[in-house]
């Protein structure tokens, strides 16, 4: 009965236990019957181990869940054995992904496809299989009895209860795979501002709503504090988003720092780094980055970020000569990871996941993303920002031609080439 109660769906079942030794309802043959009065008769004296006593009380209280003896008043028709074989059925099926106890021995270990009436319907019409003819908990006796409802009051509503109760289960399910939630009975974990700022890209902002559904938020202050990330960085090879958890900011300045590195990631600027210093090339983004977002109005700009109106238009590789003019003034400024480091990561800080085109990923999720948010009027972008998302939809060139480009631009010919001139 423990077992039973543990699982939030059943517990929110209504049920009684008769143990009466005179009980007339109580199976001979099996372990346990139920009425429509939300009454468990047990065989007061058949031994069984505890998962198998589990498993049959989880199907009897099933029948009373999905209805299949509902309480009402006056004079009630006893169900048919094809009826009653097809409800066992049903809760059998479904007690096969809906785990309580352990199955008794001898029952089938799969059932068919269907719905209760179209199974009693088919076997009414072509006969009972044998397999099915004892799937109830009451031996050869049925595991389902109907009784005239006496009570004063309005029937309980069996069916609606449980109903409810696994809806309930399953969202508090997916909240625990998805961090939310610590366990099934717990309190919903409170989101974070930055999740919610996450969300808010998947939910509200198509141009970055697919990226943002791919990327992964690590916020850990002993990882954030042993690279030195003061409020985040982005490693665009491994999906994550690095937080420092001990920065306070309200929810709009997280969108724009979240924005921020979305941006990084997907316009891939740790590899237009090329030859030029990371460092600085990665300050220049920053710089051209803080700018679109404050043009489009996302979120807003926390203090001490690096913004300039009037390298506004310039593209980053624009910025970054102008900056390296001034290299030692250059190494004061701060990003977002900190003073004289870059916030786009060359390495993950974690173990390598599964693979994935990073280039298609990118690319198409802001391909896709510039298409839904220009089709839903989502208002005007950076002409600069709509240039670099178009010039990522044309594929790379592929390598025999850049091989062939690099050995025409440094190999010497083997022959002179002598021209009229």
Same mark, same amino acid.
């Given at each position: 009965?423990?077992? %039973?109660?543990?699982?939030?769906?059943?517990?929110?079942?209504?049920?009684?236990?008769?143990?009466?030794?005179?009980?007339?309802f109580?199976?001979?043959?099996?372990?346990?019957a139920?009425?429509? +009065?939300?009454?468990?008769? @047990?065989?007061?004296?058949? @031994?069984?181990?505890?998962?198998?006593?589990?498993?049959?009380?989880?199907?009897?209280?099933?029948?009373?869940?999905?209805?299949?003896?509902?309480?009402?008043?006056?004079?009630?028709?006893r169900?048919?054995?094809?009826? #009653?074989?097809?409800?066992?059925?049903?809760?059998?099926?479904?007690l096969?992904?809906?785990?309580?106890?352990?199955?008794?021995?001898?029952?089938?270990?799969?059932?068919? *496809?269907?719905?209760?009436?179209?199974?009693?319907?088919?076997?009414?019409?072509?006969?009972?299989?044998?397999?099915?003819e004892?799937?109830?908990?009451?031996?050869?006796?049925?595991?389902?009895?109907?009784?005239?409802?006496?009570?004063?009051?309005?029937?309980?509503?069996?069916?609606?209860?449980?109903?409810?109760?696994?809806?309930?289960?399953?969202?508090?399910?997916? *909240?625990?795979?998805?961090?939310?939630?610590?366990?099934?009975?717990?309190?919903?974990?409170?989101?974070?501002?930055?999740?919610?700022?996450?969300?808010?890209? %998947?939910?509200?902002?198509?141009?970055?709503?697919?990226?943002?559904?791919?990327?992964?938020?690590?916020?850990?202050?002993?990882?954030?504090?042993?690279?030195?990330?003061?409020?985040?960085?982005?490693?665009?090879?491994?999906?994550?988003?690095?937080?420092?958890?001990?920065?306070?900011?309200?929810?709009?300045?997280?969108?724009? @720092?979240?924005?921020?590195?979305?941006?990084?990631?997907?316009? &891939?600027?740790?590899?237009?780094?090329?030859t030029? +210093?990371?460092?600085?090339?990665? %300050?220049?983004?920053?710089?051209?980055?803080?700018?679109?977002? *404050?043009?489009?109005?996302?979120g807003?700009?926390?203090?001490?970020?690096?913004?300039?109106?009037?390298?506004?238009? #310039?593209?980053?590789?624009?910025v970054? *000569? &102008?900056?390296?003019?001034?290299?030692?003034?250059?190494?004061?400024?701060?990003?977002?990871?900190?003073?004289?480091?870059?916030?786009?990561?060359?390495?993950?800080?974690?173990?390598?996941?599964?693979?994935?085109? #990073?280039?298609?990923?990118?690319?198409?999720?802001?391909?896709?993303?510039?298409?839904?948010?220009?089709?839903?009027?989502?208002?005007?972008?950076?002409?600069?920002?709509?240039?670099? @998302? &178009?010039?990522?939809?044309?594929?790379?060139?592929?390598?025999?031609?850049?091989?062939?480009?690099?050995?025409?631009?440094?190999?010497?010919?083997?022959?002179?080439?002598?021209?009229?001139?």
């Amino acid at each position: 009965m423990r077992l %039973v109660k543990a699982n939030p769906a059943l517990a929110a079942v209504e049920f009684g236990v008769c143990r009466s030794e005179r009980c007339s309802f109580a199976p001979r043959d099996g372990l346990v019957a139920v009425d429509s +009065d939300g009454d468990l008769h @047990i065989h007061p004296a058949r @031994i069984a181990e505890p998962a198998h006593w589990a498993w049959s009380l989880a199907h009897a209280v099933l029948h009373l869940g999905f209805g299949h003896v509902p309480a009402a008043k006056g004079e009630r028709t006893r169900p048919d054995r094809y009826d #009653l074989a097809a409800r066992c059925v049903a809760v059998n099926r479904f007690l096969l992904g809906f785990t309580v106890g352990r199955t008794p021995e001898g029952l089938p270990a799969s059932y068919p *496809d269907g719905d209760e009436e179209g199974l009693a319907a088919r076997w009414r019409r072509d006969g009972l299989p044998t397999a099915y003819e004892r799937c109830g908990t009451a031996g050869a006796e049925p595991d389902q009895v109907l009784l005239p409802w006496h009570g004063w009051s309005q029937p309980p509503d069996h069916q609606l209860a449980f109903a409810t109760a696994l809806t309930r289960t399953v969202s508090a399910a997916m *909240d625990m795979a998805g961090g939310r939630r610590d366990s099934l009975d717990g309190e919903a974990l409170r989101k974070r501002p930055w999740q919610n700022a996450l969300d808010w890209f %998947v939910s509200s902002y198509p141009l970055l709503g697919a990226i943002a559904a791919g990327i992964k938020l690590v916020a850990d202050a002993e990882l954030a504090r042993a690279h030195g990330i003061s409020v985040a960085a982005v490693n665009p090879e491994a999906g994550e988003i690095y937080l420092n958890p001990l920065r306070r900011f309200d929810d709009e300045e997280w969108r724009f @720092i979240l924005g921020h590195e979305l941006l990084h990631a997907a316009l &891939r600027h740790g590899d237009r780094c090329g030859t030029r +210093d990371p460092y600085l090339f990665n %300050v220049a983004c920053d710089y051209v980055i803080n700018g679109w977002l *404050d043009e489009m109005q996302v979120g807003t700009m926390p203090e001490g970020l690096l913004h300039d109106p009037r390298l506004a238009g #310039l593209s980053a590789e624009e910025v970054y *000569d &102008r900056l390296a003019g001034d290299p030692r003034r250059t190494r004061r400024l701060a990003t977002l990871r900190g003073k004289g480091v870059g916030d786009v990561l060359g390495a993950p800080l974690g173990p390598p996941g599964e693979y994935v085109d #990073l280039d298609e990923f990118y690319r198409r999720g802001l391909c896709q993303g510039l298409d839904l948010h220009e089709r839903q009027e989502r208002g005007f972008l950076p002409g600069g920002l709509v240039e670099e @998302i &178009r010039a990522l939809s044309h594929p790379p060139l592929p390598w025999d031609a850049r091989l062939a480009r690099w050995f025409d631009e440094f190999v010497p010919r083997p022959e002179p080439v002598r021209s009229y001139a």
